[in-house]
């Protein structure tokens, strides 16, 4: 049965593309650009910055907001704020980053996976560092499913905008077509000499042969992708930092499951620890509740996420 509706949201996803005005890429065991303009009516990158940048200077504090600094700028102090962020996450209490799980360029193709009861469950603006030389820009190959308690997979999608050209150079997506239909597979902390950023779990077990893709984007570019594709991304060779914005969305017709006992339990004591030491307490969450804290009804009706 789960293959037909596949095949039925891909054509339908298709048929999109074929009208648009907005470039994307579609990237679950197929790839699909479009002709005609890159930029959607409603995507102004610039005021994303802008909203960036408040943060950075923290005339801006949304609620529940992380920030996160690249391991190899932790112990600096005297550069600007904007050049310590390695990405923030979580920003659903930010009005104007927000605007960007709520385009309708953005939702018609989410539809497609997720059906008309469409919930943000997580939110984050990449601000991909030059490398340092100890290669800590990059983000090893992973699949999203990894951090996420809630099924099923097929009701889940990620949209990744590119808030500027992304190549090669400055660290562009790199994934394994057809991927989306393995099972999740164990992750853990790779092991870099010059040390991983906080959550950059990789697999620790996949086919190194397996041919990648790797995602050349012009701003305001899109990509969709399923949370078991494996995908990763280069270092930032450049001197310039790489910018963009995603969100994974799920219907709220999805359900949570227990991750005792499973692959995905190591990741629920880490966010709970952390979740912990942001509140400085013993918070007696698990991850379900961190995610029911995250999410956030976009359209339709909240069921039950």
Not at 98 to 108: G, H, V
Not at 143 to 159: E, G, K, M, Y
Not at 190 to 205: A, D, L, S, T
Not at 233 to 241: H, K, V
């Amino acid at each position: 049965m789960e293959q037909p509706r596949a095949a039925a949201r891909l054509r339908r996803i298709l048929g999109h593309l074929g009208g648009s005005s907005v470039r994307a890429v579609v990237s679950f065991g197929v790839a699909h650009r479009t002709s005609g303009k890159i930029t959607p009516a409603n995507f102004h990158p610039q005021q994303f910055q802008v909203a960036f940048e408040k943060i950075c200077s923290e005339e801006s504090k949304p609620a529940g907001l992380m920030i996160i600094r690249d391991v190899s700028s932790v112990e600096s102090e005297n550069i600007p704020s904007e050049e310590t962020i390695a990405r923030i996450q979580d920003y659903q209490e930010d009005k104007e980053l927000f605007r960007y799980c709520t385009l309708p360029e953005i939702l018609k193709y989410v539809e497609c996976f997720t059906g008309p009861n469409v919930m943000a469950m997580h939110t984050m603006l990449i601000n991909k560092p030059p490398d340092t030389g100890r290669k800590t820009s990059r983000h090893p190959l992973h699949q999203d499913l990894h951090f996420f308690p809630f099924r099923p997979s097929n009701r889940i999608v990620c949209a990744w905008t590119a808030m500027e050209h992304i190549d090669g150079n400055n660290g562009c997506l790199a994934v394994l077509p057809g991927t989306h239909k393995l099972p999740l597979k164990p992750h853990d902390y790779p092991q870099w000499e010059g040390g991983v950023n906080i959550f950059y779990h990789g697999i620790q077990n996949y086919d190194q042969d397996h041919a990648r893709v790797h995602l050349v984007m012009e701003k305001g570019d899109t990509v969709f992708f399923h949370p078991l594709l494996i995908h990763g991304s280069g270092r930032n060779q450049t001197q310039g930092f790489r910018k963009a914005i995603s969100c994974h969305f799920a219907s709220s017709d999805c359900h949570y499951i227990d991750v005792k006992d499973t692959s995905q339990e190591h990741i629920e004591k880490e966010a709970v620890g952390i979740v912990d030491k942001f509140y400085g307490s013993d918070s007696g969450l698990d991850l379900k509740d961190i995610w029911m804290f995250r999410g956030r009804l976009v359209k339709g009706k909240r069921i039950t996420l």
